[in-house]
């Protein structure tokens, strides 16, 4: 098995908020991931908008993916997002992710988050810390 396919299983099976969310993911390889969700109706606010915690979420969990897709053990220390759209329930949401760039101790995604419409409705930027840890280390 290919070591992102099998990173982001073990990931997934311990990620019991993705699981939540209702995460698909459509495609992984090393630093590159792309996720799918539909926005359910309990992710909505209280002006019958998708939460902005919900994208938030799903880039989060694509960050995640991509940064520790090459089996380093990797987790954000700053991450941002700017909403262009507005989210709604029913709404199919895809986040990709694009390593900007990575070193040993630091790498930058940004990822993008489109609706079914194809419409960019959120940027996402994170940066991770690359630990010297690995996921599957040689017995």
Not at 8 to 34: H, P, R, T, Y
Not at 48 to 65: E, P, Q, R, V
Request: hydrophobic share 35%; glycine share 6%.
């Amino acid at each position: 098995m290919d070591l992102a396919k099998k990173l982001v299983d073990k990931m997934m099976n311990g990620d019991a908020f993705s699981q939540w969310l209702g995460i698909e993911v459509f495609e992984i390889s090393n630093d590159f991931c792309k996720l799918q969700m539909t926005v359910r109706e309990e992710m909505t606010n209280g002006f019958n908008i998708a939460h902005g915690g919900i994208a938030y979420s799903l880039a989060d969990s694509c960050l995640a993916f991509a940064a520790n897709s090459d089996g380093i053990q990797s987790v954000s220390i700053e991450t941002s997002i700017s909403h262009t759209k507005k989210v709604k329930s029913g709404d199919i949401l895809t986040a990709t992710s694009k390593e900007i760039n990575k070193s040993n101790k630091t790498a930058l995604y940004y990822i993008t988050i489109t609706n079914q419409d194809k419409l960019e409705v959120a940027h996402f930027k994170g940066t991770v810390y690359r630990t010297s840890k690995e996921w599957f280390p040689e017995k």
